[in-house]
């Protein structure tokens, strides 16, 4: 068998979770859990990347506008004023750039949040459908060894696929 798991992993990995899981796995309910998991994921993920590429282009084009109509004043504005519009225009445009800035961290904070909730969800799911090793729980050892479940759980699927047992 291939090194899937590094040896620490392997040494949470009991004899008993194993075999377990090899039960969890015989009707093939588990192979269907984890795909529709899978896909929840895969579109929750999509839809968030698309989300924060609206707000970036978004961004983009207030800051367009913003320079549009700064360089539009420049145009109009006469010698003497000049120094006094170019110091507010600064100031505007550092304002914008503040505003980005802070609705970026608020949006990428709202991802890590919702991801965060998906990995609740999926190990809510996993351990009600009786798979062993899942749990809730944020304890990054743990996390890694459920990722490494999963994994496991997703190649015996393609082993089976690619077999045609079911």
């Known amino acids: 068998m291939t090194q899937l798991w590094s040896s620490s992993c392997q040494q949470r990995l009991s004899y008993d979770i194993l075999s377990?899981?090899?039960?969890?796995?015989?009707?093939?309910?588990v192979f269907e859990i984890v795909q529709g998991l899978l896909?929840?994921?895969?579109?929750?993920?999509?839809?968030?990347y698309n989300q924060r590429l609206k707000l970036h282009?978004?961004?983009?084009a207030l800051k367009q506008e913003l320079l549009k109509k700064h360089k539009e004043a420049l145009q109009n504005c006469k010698t003497h004023n000049m120094a006094v519009l170019r110091a507010a225009q600064q100031r505007e445009l550092e304002t914008l750039e503040q505003r980005v800035?802070?609705?970026?961290?608020m949006m990428?904070?709202?991802?890590?949040?919702?991801l965060d909730q998906k990995v609740i969800d999926q190990q809510n799911t996993l351990e009600k459908a009786g798979v062993p090793g899942f749990y809730i729980t944020t304890n990054?050892?743990?996390l890694t060894l459920q990722m490494n479940l999963?994994?496991?759980?997703?190649?015996?699927?393609?082993k089976v696929t690619e077999s045609g047992i079911c």
């Open 150 to 158: 999963l994994e496991l759980i997703l190649k015996m699927q393609q």
């Open 57 to 60: 282009s978004e961004h983009r």
């Open 39 to 48: 896909e929840i994921q895969h579109l929750t993920e999509k839809n968030l």
């Open 20 to 29: 377990n899981l090899a039960l969890a796995l015989i009707d093939g309910t």
């Open 140 to 142: 990054p050892q743990e």
């Open 108 to 114: 990428d904070e709202k991802i890590v949040l919702e």
């Open 101 to 105: 800035k802070d609705e970026q961290r």
